[in-house]
């Protein structure tokens, strides 16, 4: 952070100081909506926060705290499994926002973020989110836009996994999983390959099955308990 974006002492920015964090604000779909003179009492309080690769911005069972609006570079959300290993539930980048949920409804993490790549970040105080939204019906009204989209999409998802044949619902299903985790071709997806027969409502038996067919298609191969994606194009093809 640059010495003239820094807070004043009393926490708050002077006014010039504000017009870097407003302008975020008014580019972040989630916040334009919003009153101008909400906005600028929202900036007055934001900071500027950068996490190099592997940090951890906060860990699920943390008490509520700030959310951040990201910048630049990719937070991995997870939670983790019985094992130990996490498991990714979402991968957020840049315009968007990371624990908002949590710091609005004061209640603790639900899931631990991570800096998959060096990020930049304005952190935005948990009081003054809620002060905000208290404020400004209109921020309300579209923050609850955005969580029944995220609602619809999610059984969108599941009524058109219904009645495929079950190759063409595990593709579907594996194609899904990598546009929320942001995985490329030949790296692994998070869930396991027990976590996914679940998923896809199958036996063990019909699950190995099915695996072994996008296996023998060229789609995926199976590293270390862990699904690989190695063609889209061949899975895509396989979820039609």
């Not at 951890?56 to 700030?66: K, N, R, T």
């Not at 594996?174 to 027990?194: C, F, I, N, Y």
């Not at 996914?196 to 191969?221: D, H, K, P």
Request: aromatic share 4%; proline share 8%.
């Amino acid at each position: 952070m640059t010495p003239d974006s820094s807070p004043s002492a009393n926490g708050f920015r002077g006014s010039a100081d504000v017009m870097e964090p407003l302008a975020v604000l008014e580019r972040c779909t989630d916040f334009a909506p919003g009153d101008r003179a909400t906005l600028e009492g929202l900036a007055a309080q934001m900071t500027e926060r950068d996490y190099p690769v592997g940090s951890v911005i906060f860990v699920q069972g943390d008490p509520p705290g700030s959310c951040y609006l990201v910048q630049s570079g990719r937070v991995q959300l997870s939670s983790p499994r019985p094992d130990g290993r996490p498991h990714t539930r979402a991968t957020l980048g840049p315009g968007t926002l990371v624990g908002e949920m949590t710091a609005l409804l004061d209640r603790a993490r639900t899931s631990t973020a991570t800096a998959l790549e060096p990020v930049s970040a304005w952190e935005i105080p948990a009081s003054a989110l809620q002060a905000a939204f208290r404020g400004d019906p209109r921020l309300a009204h579209t923050m609850m836009l955005s969580v029944m989209e995220l609602i619809v999409d999610q059984d969108a998802q599941a009524v058109r996994r219904m009645g495929l044949p079950p190759v063409q619902r595990l593709a579907t299903i594996l194609l899904d999983l990598q546009r929320t985790e942001g995985v490329g071709e030949g790296k692994p997806l998070s869930m396991t390959p027990a976590e996914l027969a679940l998923a896809a409502g199958e036996s063990q038996t019909t699950f190995v099955m099915n695996l072994g067919r996008l296996r023998r298609a060229g789609a995926i191969e199976t590293r270390d308990d862990h699904v690989v994606i190695m063609s889209l194009e061949r899975l895509r093809r396989l979820a039609e």
